[in-house]
């Protein structure tokens, strides 16, 4: 099945994954750079352990991000064995299993410079029993745990939810740290949908960016590549070599091999000499004078790549990879007379 619209509409798509591979990556990016799952796990703790009704939600930027830095420097700082200012996520944080999880300093024995992005169930269940319970007190009963969450402060949502927990796990310990884990990746659940949509919101700014960078514009680009057959024939063309190599997940050789199939001579992607110093030139011919239209053209082709890019690389690599089956499998031969 094939056609110029088809063809058309599979280099569009291409031009929609791409952009939306090169944001995630910068995405993730800062991600790392500003440490925000690390940020964000601890903020899903603090809920859980401590801070009754502190939100995950928008205290606004300048707030939340002091909030989530102060939050981040207590779990780093090593305590003196109470709760201070850190509360239980920094007692538990000071646990010998999740400080051997944290990037050491070259420079300086004992201080830390970085928490893990995440913690196991598992790891987090024994370094809260230990930290509410020591071992120097005796053998680990059900009852000690008990004893000890009843004497957390009121106000700490952690004290209701652990003794809720070990009054369903009876006379078993086993069962108290199961459902600790439980909770524990209940919370982690919401944090990712936390940090889900962080990178969501910053995936459209910055696929916004891209496109008024290097001129992304999909009506742009599916004008020239409907009036020009043999530029709408090599990218199709490329698209079905590198379309495997989507598939099987190798994002960076695809780039790297695609990016031609989609800016063909120069003509689809980047903005045109003169641009931006003539402003006309950004969207109209050499000698033309663009008019109200061509300026809402180019800003609606400019909005579109970006609003299809923040949909994510996959979805666009997997409805490129249906459509260019489709094509190439053409339509199924009728029933025989």
């Not at 884990?181 to 990712?192: K, L």
């Not at 043999?230 to 994002?251: N, P, T, Y």
Request: aromatic letters at 6%; a positive charge.
């Amino acid at each position: 099945m094939s056609s110029p619209v088809v063809d058309v509409a599979i280099a569009v798509m291409l031009t929609f994954a791409l952009t939306a591979l090169v944001a995630s990556a910068i995405v993730e990016w800062l991600g790392n750079l500003t440490r925000k799952r690390a940020k964000y796990l601890l903020r899903g703790l603090r809920n859980m352990l401590d801070a009754k009704g502190e939100a995950a939600g928008r205290p606004g930027p300048l707030a939340g991000a002091q909030a989530e830095k102060a939050i981040y420097a207590k779990a780093l700082a090593p305590t003196d064995g109470t709760a201070a200012d850190g509360g239980l996520t920094a007692l538990v944080f000071d646990h010998p299993m999740l400080r051997a999880m944290m990037q050491p300093r070259p420079t300086a024995a004992g201080e830390r410079t970085r928490i893990p992005p995440y913690v196991p169930a598992e790891t987090f269940s024994r370094a809260l029993l230990d930290t509410l319970v020591p071992a120097d007190g005796g053998p680990l009963t059900l009852d000690r745990v008990r004893a000890a969450v009843a004497g957390l402060d009121e106000s700490m949502p952690a004290r209701q939810a652990l003794l809720g927990l070990a009054d369903q796990s009876t006379a078993s310990l086993d069962d108290f740290r199961t459902g600790v884990e439980h909770w524990y990746d209940a919370q982690m659940d919401r944090v990712s949908g936390w940090y889900k949509r962080w990178a969501k919101r910053w995936l459209l700014v910055v696929a916004a960016g891209l496109c008024l960078i290097a001129n992304i514009d999909a009506y742009a680009i599916a004008g020239t590549l409907y009036r020009d057959p043999a530029l709408r024939a090599a990218a199709v063309s490329q698209v079905q070599q590198g379309s495997a190599c989507a598939a099987a997940g190798d994002q960076a050789a695809c780039v790297r091999e695609l990016v031609g199939a989609v800016d063909g001579t120069g003509r689809v992607i980047w903005w045109p000499e003169g641009c931006p110093s003539t402003p006309s030139a950004c969207v109209a011919q050499p000698g033309q004078e663009p008019g109200a239209r061509d300026w809402l053209l180019k800003l609606l082709g400019l909005a579109l790549t970006a609003a299809a890019a923040a949909m994510g690389a996959p979805f666009w690599f997997d409805l490129l990879n249906r459509l260019v089956n489709l094509r190439t499998t053409g339509r199924r031969p009728g029933p025989k007379p």
